[in-house]
């Protein structure tokens, strides 16, 4: 049973870079046909879908977030990275990762998620 | 604002049946399964129901979705007080290529 769970810190000032790590335990990071995803949910708000890595590091970014989005994976250490740049009060929410599987033509679901990590941005 | 629509709140009473709405366009639901996702108050997201009416193990049967054209329904029979929470439709968007969640639907049991 794959359990997920994010990293990072908790404040980040304006302009910078924002970046949070989900490692990955109960099953490894580079088994099966996984996408690996960011996601978060702004104070009061919907989910928004940020991205998707797989275990070879090919991604597939939110249009409206891709210029500024960069995902990585690290399959020795069985984790997973978000940087997010030139950050806004905007960007300020709870951030989850969470796990979706993939085959030629198909998307299936989200599952499991990690807890979620609040991030701020203030000066 | 979402690309999925779903009413920001809906409510019942203990025993009675609530439904949830989702809708989009041809190029998500239209094209894709719905998934449904639970989240009790203070806590992630939790998946409820996938591939459109498919329950997860451990997910009570008086949770069921359906999917119709460009539009899917949750419903919730029996209601129960820990079924409050936020409840959120998503979907695979083949002209974004991407994922798109509807606003979240706050049920709350009166």
């Excluded at chain 1, 708000?45 to 891709?66: A, Q």
Aim: aromatic share 10%; net charge neutral.
């Amino acid at each position: 049973q794959a359990q997920l769970k994010e990293s990072g810190p908790g404040l980040v000032k304006p302009s910078q870079t924002l970046s949070l790590t989900c490692i990955v335990s109960g099953g490894s990071i580079s088994s099966g046909s996984y996408h690996w995803n960011w996601i978060r949910q702004s104070p009061g708000k919907g989910l928004e879908w940020i991205g998707e890595v797989d275990h070879s590091g090919g991604t597939n970014y939110n249009p409206s977030l891709k210029s500024r989005v960069t995902m990585s994976v690290d399959t020795s250490k069985n984790q997973f990275s978000l940087e997010l740049s030139s950050v806004t009060a905007a960007d300020a929410a709870v951030y989850y990762c969470a796990r979706s599987y993939y085959s030629a033509n198909y998307r299936s679901w989200f599952d499991p998620w990690g807890q979620g990590t609040l991030v701020t941005v203030s000066s | 604002q979402s690309v999925l629509t779903q009413p920001p709140s809906a409510s019942g009473t203990p025993g009675q049946r609530v439904t949830i709405s989702c809708s989009g366009s041809n190029s998500n639901i239209g094209s894709n399964t719905v998934n449904w996702y639970q989240q009790l108050p203070g806590t992630a997201p939790k998946l409820l129901i996938f591939r459109n009416d498919q329950r997860p193990s451990g997910v009570p049967d008086r949770f069921s979705g359906s999917k119709s054209g460009t539009s899917a329904s949750l419903a919730i029979r029996g209601l129960q007080s820990e079924d409050e929470a936020d409840y959120h439709c998503s979907a695979w968007d083949d002209r974004l290529n991407g994922w798109v969640f509807g606003g979240g639907t706050k049920l709350t049991v009166l």
